[in-house]
Structures are given as structure tokens and as C-alpha cells.
């Protein structure tokens, strides 16, 4: 594995361990030559998927290229760097298990959003914002008023009512969406 730093061949193993549930080997490697130190992972691809873009362009399917699309839309989000690595193998092995090599770039938005949605809300906005295209703060309102993410009326939109037969089960907690913090900034 050529070293990032300085482009030399001969870079050694110092670490290898399972990651992601045991979906990923994780290596830390370091250069003879530099002495940079990085991180590489090991994963089983199943097949070759190539994106098919609206204007109909055919490019390979690029995992860092979600990686980094997502990573934007959780920046400076409190959610563990392992985990936003086990849902991108999650929107991976979904895409390979379409059954389909051509993959249209709208069906890894969608997985990408149903993904966001379940993590953490304010990404969920966030990646909405471009993957839709947004042009006014209306898109936003009408967004959040669509997807029951309004708090204006301080009731938790889209709770389910608890039937009265399971009336004696704790409490039911919606999925986060009501209750997740969608102030603007909450970095200090
Ligand atoms: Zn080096």
C-alpha cells in the first residue's frame, strides 16, 4: 500500500483488527520511509456497482465519494465515527443486494436519507437540504412541516398512540424525531 504522505511502496502492517461488526479488517500502517502513519480497511466487495447519474452518466460506485457526502452532513455531529462507518457499509451492502449492477445515483440519495433519518435528525435536514436542492427557507419549513419536524406546536408530531391493550407496557418513545434537539448550533 503506497504510503499517502510520500508516495513510497513500503509501508508496514503495525496493527489489523475486525471493524464494523467483523464487516471490515482495520489496518494501522506506518511508512520506512517518512514515517507517516494511516489507516486502512478491508472489505468484501460483492460486485462492482456503477452510478447511474439523471443525466444519464455512468460512473463506478465510489465509497469514499458517500463517505465524504455523508461526513459533511454530520459535521460536528455527536455521533461515533464506527457507527457512521457501520451505516455506510449498511447503505453499501443494500446497494449490492439490489440485484441490479446500474444503480441510479436517486436510489443512494434515498438510502443515504433513510439511513440519516433513523441517526440523527439535524444531518437527516442537512443532507435533505442539497440532495433536494433547496432554494428558499421555505423548501426548509415545508420540509420539516412534510416530515412532522416541526416543534412550533411543542407537541411531538407523528407520535403513535398506544393502544389501550398495551396500555401497561412502558411508555413508547417515537423514534427520536419529536425529541431531538434541532436548534441551529449546538457546538460551543
Ligand atoms: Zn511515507
Given at each position: 500500500m503506497r504510503c499517502p504522505f510520500c508516495g513510497n511502496l513500503e509501508t508496514q502492517v503495525k496493527d489489523s483488527r475486525?471493524?464494523?461488526?467483523?464487516?471490515?479488517?482495520?489496518?494501522r500502517r506506518s511508512c520506512s520511509e517518512c514515517g507517516g502513519r494511516f489507516t486502512t480497511f478491508e472489505r468484501v466487495q460483492l460486485r462492482d456497482l456503477m452510478i447511474v447519474k439523471r443525466s444519464g452518466r455512468r460512473t463506478p460506485f465510489d465509497r469514499a465519494k458517500l463517505?465524504?457526502?455523508v461526513a459533511i452532513a454530520l459535521r460536528k455531529r455527536p455521533i461515533d465515527q464506527d457507527r457512521i462507518?457501520?451505516?455506510v457499509s449498511g447503505i453499501?451492502?443494500?446497494?449490492?443486494?439490489?440485484?441490479?449492477?446500474?444503480i441510479p445515483s436517486e436510489a443512494v440519495g434515498g438510502l443515504v436519507m433513510e439511513a440519516?433519518?433513523?441517526?440523527?435528525v439535524v444531518a437527516y435536514v442537512r443532507y435533505a437540504s442539497v440532495y433536494r436542492d433547496f432554494r428558499e427557507t421555505s423548501d426548509f419549513a415545508k420540509f420539516?412541516?412534510?416530515?412532522g419536524l416541526n416543534q412550533n406546536?411543542?407537541?411531538?408530531?407523528?407520535?403513535?398512540?398506544?393502544?389501550?391493550?398495551?396500555?401497561?407496557d412502558p411508555p413508547r418513545i417515537e423514534r427520536g424525531l419529536g425529541e431531538q434537539d434541532l436548534s441551529p448550533s449546538d457546538d460551543a
Amino acid at each position: 500500500m503506497r504510503c499517502p504522505f510520500c508516495g513510497n511502496l513500503e509501508t508496514q502492517v503495525k496493527d489489523s483488527r475486525p471493524s464494523e461488526d467483523g464487516a471490515a479488517i482495520r489496518r494501522r500502517r506506518s511508512c520506512s520511509e517518512c514515517g507517516g502513519r494511516f489507516t486502512t480497511f478491508e472489505r468484501v466487495q460483492l460486485r462492482d456497482l456503477m452510478i447511474v447519474k439523471r443525466s444519464g452518466r455512468r460512473t463506478p460506485f465510489d465509497r469514499a465519494k458517500l463517505e465524504r457526502s455523508v461526513a459533511i452532513a454530520l459535521r460536528k455531529r455527536p455521533i461515533d465515527q464506527d457507527r457512521i462507518d457501520r451505516m455506510v457499509s449498511g447503505i453499501v451492502r443494500q446497494l449490492e443486494s439490489m440485484g441490479e449492477t446500474d444503480i441510479p445515483s436517486e436510489a443512494v440519495g434515498g438510502l443515504v436519507m433513510e439511513a440519516l433519518r433513523s441517526l440523527d435528525v439535524v444531518a437527516y435536514v442537512r443532507y435533505a437540504s442539497v440532495y433536494r436542492d433547496f432554494r428558499e427557507t421555505s423548501d426548509f419549513a415545508k420540509f420539516l412541516g412534510d416530515e412532522g419536524l416541526n416543534q412550533n406546536s411543542g407537541v411531538a408530531p407523528k407520535a403513535t398512540p398506544v393502544p389501550k391493550s398495551e396500555a401497561k407496557d412502558p411508555p413508547r418513545i417515537e423514534r427520536g424525531l419529536g425529541e431531538q434537539d434541532l436548534s441551529p448550533s449546538d457546538d460551543a
